[in-house]
């Protein structure tokens, strides 16, 4: 039987580049004001989130509130696929992608007011070769970076800027064959970037009109091109209008094959990971219970990056001068 005031609370004290000294204690405190109960669950390595996640689950819990980075949240979503439990998100990583999407602050306690809202929605998931993702997977350019940029041992988007511009010099782009909506495209592309949410994180929109609770997976193509396209693409990237130039192919759909030449990095919610080269890939549709916003704005080009970014500068400015009890 479902527990409707009981909250776990997973932390991850290494995630991101903001410090978490005392969100243990007030972050509960101020759930409890809600009318919940909450346990607090620190983790000390990989694997332990999904793990905490799948015993909450398992024993009932109303929701498990992951207070880190996209990879955090991977860890806890993955246990909670299928169950009634539902997914809270507290951002506290470098990128937080995921959590941009679904128009929740950047920030641990103006994202409280998301759960206390209670505002739970089935959403969907993808899964390649039977891995699950739960904003965006990807193959060629962003999977080089993603790798570049574990590699390099320090978080933020300033490190991930530089491992972009680092990747991008030697980069060669590789012939994908993708197979979906009864038809055979071959391509050879900079990169392929298949999308349950819209963006990778820092406001930077791969797949802007992405949607969780569609049943559909947006496939941003980011054709072979010149360098003076590829640095078009950046721009378009972070203004929200990728998509609208010959170089970028959207396609959207509820599953697909892509083929490579063989296999290599790709990523999942931003970690690096290896693959085979045929990767089998599908949305599985409203199997994931999660804490949303209401009334999210509907997107527009230029001018929702330009607030959203702005909204995280006032945040950032504010930041040091607030304390929490």
């Not at 991930?160 to 590789?174: G, L, N, T, V």
């Not at 721009?235 to 599953?255: C, D, H, M, N, Q």
């Amino acid at each position: 039987m479902l527990n409707n005031r009981h909250l776990t609370l997973v932390i991850n004290p290494i995630a991101g580049t903001l410090t978490k000294d005392g969100v243990s204690e007030w972050v509960p405190r101020k759930l409890e004001a809600m009318g919940y109960s909450v346990e607090t669950r620190l983790t000390a390595g990989p694997g332990d989130a999904t793990r905490i996640a799948a015993e909450a689950a398992a024993r009932g819990d109303y929701g498990v509130l992951a207070c880190g980075g996209d990879g955090t949240i991977n860890e806890v979503a993955r246990a909670l696929i299928g169950t009634h439990t539902a997914l809270g998100i507290l951002p506290a990583g470098s990128g937080n992608g995921l959590a941009r999407h679904i128009g929740i602050p950047i920030d641990v306690e103006r994202s409280l007011a998301v759960i206390e809202a209670d505002n739970v929605a089935a959403c969907d998931y993808g899964t390649v070769n039977g891995h699950p993702f739960f904003c965006t997977f990807g193959v060629g350019f962003d999977a080089a970076v993603s790798r570049r940029f574990a590699q390099k041992g320090r978080r933020g988007f300033t490190t991930y800027i530089q491992s972009a511009i680092d990747e991008f010099i030697k980069y060669r782009s590789d012939t994908y064959q993708i197979i979906c909506n009864d038809q055979v495209i071959t391509d050879r592309a900079f990169m392929v970037a298949v999308c349950n949410a819209s963006q990778y994180g820092n406001n930077a929109f791969v797949a802007p009109a992405a949607s969780i609770r569609d049943g559909m997976l947006d496939v941003t193509i980011v054709h072979d091109s010149n360098v003076f396209s590829h640095m078009i693409s950046g721009i378009e990237l972070f203004a929200g209008s990728l998509g609208y130039s010959s170089s970028v192919k959207i396609i959207r759909t509820p599953r697909l094959t892509i083929k490579r030449s063989q296999a290599g990095p790709a990523h999942l919610d931003g970690e690096s990971v290896d693959m085979p080269a045929e990767l089998h890939i599908n949305c599985e549709h409203k199997q994931l219970r999660i804490f949303i916003t209401r009334g999210k704005p509907r997107f527009r080009p230029v001018l929702t990056p330009m607030a959203m970014t702005f909204n995280d500068w006032a945040i950032a400015l504010q930041r040091p001068f607030r304390k929490n009890k």
